[in-house]
């Protein structure tokens, strides 16, 4: 009888200090990926500070340089004398979104973490602390010439690091394919189909930059030679524009689909032609086309948007309905790519200094629009002939 009064009690204490270890487990763990994000960026610039001996500024310069690029990567405004730097360079945004993920995974699977609400409190006890030293690095990094906004560090850093931790938490609990199969079987082979169809057209458009790039390499490297700085410096620039890629592969896509992106407040890059300004010295600017697109790259521009609507088409039809069922599924799948991309072009857009550089990128939701509708109407007509084809 005494044993039998006295064990709920003892559940809810090992409830409790479990519920303690998840929020003080979370802060670790938060503070873990700040701290080896912020250790590897100070490294890299206090090797190319110490490397460069035209450098007038101090080693406390150079270690808020490197909170300042930790702070841009999380897309937090950082307003500078006549302008604002608020583009993140998304391939260094998602390795430091790796790093809070995968700390979220280690913490879930060490908790025991088996279902969506002991995800959703991993994700809360890493991203709140995430978002917290967000705030405390703002403040370390301000400085007479830069500012960054502690209000948009909260911000951002609540999302980027709730956002990424609920992801590794459901890796690190299993559930990411037991979520994905709670949903209905229609709204699953939509969500599936679009998001295939979005990778394949954001691959595609990484290896046309990269192919635009290398037909340029000449004067992306004359552009090198112009900025100077030694060896350390072209390493260090070559490092920004690989990390700046997939912001680059958002404004092909933007290209390919037909609104173009910016270069600058006033200009436009489209298929037709190009209104624009002298453009910045940047390796990456010399991949900008000068010109209306010739035949070739209206053609690859097709091609690459035909292939995602075929993809999701193919995966749609792989749920088995019939004709318009499977049609309306390529219409969904369209709206799931457009939104994917729209989510892509304002990630990768954004201001990198003062004047007309204050817009730079693609609009998100004209891109959207555009990639939604384009790659529904192939999904659409590519479902409905293969499902035709098998007789439904």
Known sequence: MTELLTRPRAVA????????????????????????????LLVIV???????????ASGGQAFRAALQVWLVSHRVPVNMPGGTIAIAPLLLTFA???????????????????????????????????????????????????????????????FFGTVSAAWGAARGAGQVGATIDRLPERARAAIVAGTAAFAVAAVAATLLTLASLVAHLGAATHTA?????????????????IALLPNAAA???????????????????????????????????????????????????????????VTAAWLAARADLRLLPSMGLGLGAGAVCGLCTAVF????????????????????????????????VVACGAAGALTWRRGR
Do not use: K
């Not at 479990?18 to 912020?38: K, P």
């Not at 206090?46 to 007038?56: E, M």
């Not at 030679?225 to 524009?241: E, K, N, P, S, Y």
């Not at 010109?291 to 790259?297: F, Q, V, Y």
């Open 13 to 40: 204490i090992d409830e409790t200090a479990s519920n303690e270890s998840v929020w003080w487990r979370g802060f670790l763990a938060a503070l873990w990926a700040v701290a080896v994000g912020v250790a590897t």
């Open 251 to 309: 404004c092909a896509i933007a290209y390919l689909a037909g609104p173009g992106f910016a270069i600058g407040a006033g200009t436009s890059v489209t298929l037709t032609g190009v209104q624009a300004a002298t453009l910045p010295q940047f390796p990456l600017l010399a991949a900008v086309p000068h010109g209306s697109a010739p035949a070739l790259t209206e053609l690859v521009g097709i091609a690459i948007l035909v292939a995602a609507g």
């Open 225 to 241: 030679d112009v900025l100077g700085g030694g060896t350390v410096a072209v390493i260090a620039l070559a490092a920004l524009t």
């Open 46 to 56: 206090l090797i190319a500070w110490a490397a460069d001996s035209r450098t007038g």
């Open 345 to 376: 072009a304002f990630l990768a857009s954004g201001p990198v200094g003062p004047g007309r550089m204050s817009v730079v990128g693609a609009s998100a939701w004209q891109t959207g629009l555009a990639v939604a509708g384009e790659v529904a």
């Open 96 to 158: 430091l979104c790796c790093l809070v993920a995968r700390a979220a995974a280690v913490l879930a699977r060490g908790q025991g973490i088996v279902d969506l609400f002991g995800v959703c409190r991993v994700a809360a006890a890493v991203g709140l602390p995430y978002a917290a030293l967000a705030v405390a690095v703002a403040a370390v990094a301000n400085s007479s010439a830069a500012h960054p906004s502690p209000m948009a560090a909260l911000g951002c850093g609540v």
